[in-house]
């Protein structure tokens, strides 16, 4: 390339996680706990905006517009986006959700389980998004509709996984199990969900823990680890952790598998 042809930067601009903002969402903004990782803000001439959000059980966002819509990308946990007046809709690890401009909407997690994605918005007059009132579980300019399932807090009444196994004989560690566990350290934004079921799957593979490995094997497809992806973490660990505890995995996923297959209990 000749001298002086092009006005291009010499060295790449790297972004690391340490230098960046992250904070928790407003309570005027969202319900519940939200954690917000900035990734990257305009540089001119892009007007691009991005940020890696992460929704604790239950949370969501206020209903708000965007002057040149949003990109929503699904990286973990299962999720709910709703437009004003039309259905609540489930998204997934790996779906990417398309906000046009102007459109009244909210998204967060499901009631369950905790959701992150990334949003990506440009901005218009240096605003990139206008924020409104609380969703409310009826709207006086719509009929009811399902929006008490949209992201709405799992009702008293309704034990937790933990509560129904062992909290009737041990209360006190079936609400550490909820919220410190499950609410707390699995929703810290220091790794992505993804990440944290296959250390957790880790464990209990080298731990030999079957009964406790089923129901992970299935939060990590969840959180977005395929099949394939959990068979060949168990054929590793298969030399560090024992060809018997790796065996014994293996089997397990086989049937848990199986039985999502016959019941259609994933898509």
């Not at 042809?5 to 972004?15: I, L, Q, R, Y």
Request: neutral net charge; glycine residues 8%; hydrophobic residues 40%.
């Amino acid at each position: 390339m000749k001298s002086g042809t092009s006005s291009a930067p010499v060295d790449v601009n790297v972004s690391h996680r340490e230098d960046r903002a992250s904070f928790d969402g407003a309570p005027e903004r969202f319900t519940g706990r939200v954690h917000v990782e900035m990734l990257f803000d305009p540089s001119a001439p892009a007007r691009a905006t991005a940020g890696s959000v992460t929704f604790a059980p239950g949370a969501r966002t206020a209903w708000h517009t965007h002057p040149l819509g949003q990109t929503l990308v699904i990286t973990s946990g299962i999720g709910r986006v709703q437009f004003w007046g039309g259905p609540v809709r489930d998204v997934h690890p790996g779906d990417v959700v398309w906000i046009p401009p102007g459109v009244k909407h909210s998204h967060g997690a499901s009631s369950t389980m905790s959701m992150t994605h990334i949003a990506i918005s440009e901005q218009a007059d240096g605003k990139t998004v206008t924020w409104l009132e609380q969703v409310q579980d009826e709207h006086p300019s719509q009929a009811r509709s399902d929006l008490a399932a949209m992201n709405t807090a799992a009702p008293a009444a309704e034990a937790s996984a933990a509560q129904k196994l062992f909290g009737d004989v041990a209360p006190g560690l079936a609400q550490l199990t909820d919220d410190v566990l499950y609410a707390d350290v699995w929703n810290r934004p220091g790794l992505s969900k993804r990440d944290r079921s296959l250390v957790t799957v880790s464990a209990l593979v080298a731990m030999n823990r079957p009964d406790q490995l089923r129901s992970h094997l299935a939060l990590a497809q969840q959180n977005g680890v395929s099949q394939q992806e959990l068979f060949e973490a168990i054929t590793h660990l298969a030399f560090y952790a024992g060809w018997p505890s790796a065996v014994t995995a293996a089997t397990t996923a086989k049937d848990v598998f199986a039985r999502q297959r016959s019941t259609g209990a994933l898509r």
